[in-house]
């Protein structure tokens, strides 16, 4: 029990009745707390000050486009904060008694060797800066990467996000993206068939089309130019197929295509002219022996 008692006295000396211990230990908290605060603040600061940087570029003649623009900063953001954590996280070690020189010294070789087996890593990120730099796509753009279709939300380091006009976030890793489809870069093309019974008038169709393309491209936007008739595209089994295109700007395909859809339909309900409907044909033959055609819809 004596030696117990002399064991506590021992560690009350030295430890809690140590006045420069709690003081040494006082101030290295108080200077982690600092690191904290000061790290939050000075990335707080220099995204401020890296938006304000590419905000005055945006008046400025050397400007780059405005999806690349919001790309880099997003990178540059991302690459800036590893960078600060990564300092915060050393000076942090630095105040607790941990060697710093050893570690990174240390972290040095296990790097070089992590290196050799995270060749995935760092094909991603290579691959990530080469998206950016040779404007395959940017932030804001409706690409087709693989099976995935939609919005790019973020370019990283590592990654690409995906959303798809459903709601889904495709996390893409930069080093599995070997083709992309972008359709945001040049103008798109809406492609409409529109399809006629075999009994309908043929040139009166075509010319109420004609008539009603001149009057959606006066009244739309989004047609760079005036929607053309290519005329009958195809021979159903109980329709005439009739194609129309119209270069929109980029994204507007699907609407203008929409739109032009229902107008044809109105057009053509207006004039009378219907659209095909699935038919019946019979073959019998009367007393005679002879073959008569009958039609019936099903």
Do not use: C
């Not at 290295?28 to 603040?41: D, E, F, P, Q, R």
């Not at 296990?110 to 932030?139: M, Y």
């Not at 194609?243 to 739109?259: C, D, N, Q, S, Y």
């Amino acid at each position: 029990m004596g030696k117990l008692n002399r064991l506590w006295a021992k560690m009350y000396d030295d430890y809690l009745a140590n006045t420069e211990l709690w003081v040494d230990l006082s101030f290295s908290a108080l200077k982690i707390i600092a690191i904290v605060i000061g790290t939050w603040l000075f990335i707080k600061i220099g995204k401020s000050m890296l938006n304000r940087i590419f905000h005055f570029r945006l008046r400025s003649p050397l400007r780059l486009e405005e999806r690349r623009e919001a790309t880099l900063i997003r990178l540059i953001e991302n690459v800036f904060t590893y960078a600060v954590y990564f300092i915060a996280f050393i000076m942090v070690l630095s105040e607790l008694g941990v060697d710093v020189r050893t570690l990174i010294a240390g972290a040095g070789v296990v790097g070089l060797a992590v290196g050799f087996g995270a060749q995935n890593l760092v094909r991603d990120i290579i691959s990530g800066f080469f998206i950016i730099f040779e404007k395959q796509f940017s932030v804001g753009d409706y690409v087709k990467i693989s099976s995935f279709e939609g919005f790019v939300e973020e370019i990283g380091v590592r990654i690409t996000k995906i959303k798809s006009w459903t709601g889904e976030l495709h996390i893409i890793p930069n080093g599995s993206i070997a083709e992309v489809t972008n359709f945001s870069v040049h103008n798109s093309v809406a492609v409409v068939d529109i399809s006629i019974a075999y009994e309908e008038n043929i040139p009166e169709a075509e010319e109420a089309v004609v008539k009603l393309l001149d009057e959606l491209y006066e009244k739309h936007e989004e047609m760079v130019a005036k929607p053309e008739y290519l005329g009958v595209q195809t021979l159903g089994a109980s329709e005439v197929v009739m194609r129309i295109t119209a270069e929109v700007t980029p994204m507007a395909h699907w609407k203008i295509g929409r739109l032009i859809r229902k107008a044809v339909k109105l057009r053509l309900d207006e004039l009378g002219i219907e659209i095909p409907f699935p038919r019946l044909v019979m073959y019998q033959r009367d007393e005679n022996g002879n073959k008569e055609i009958s039609k019936a819809s099903e």
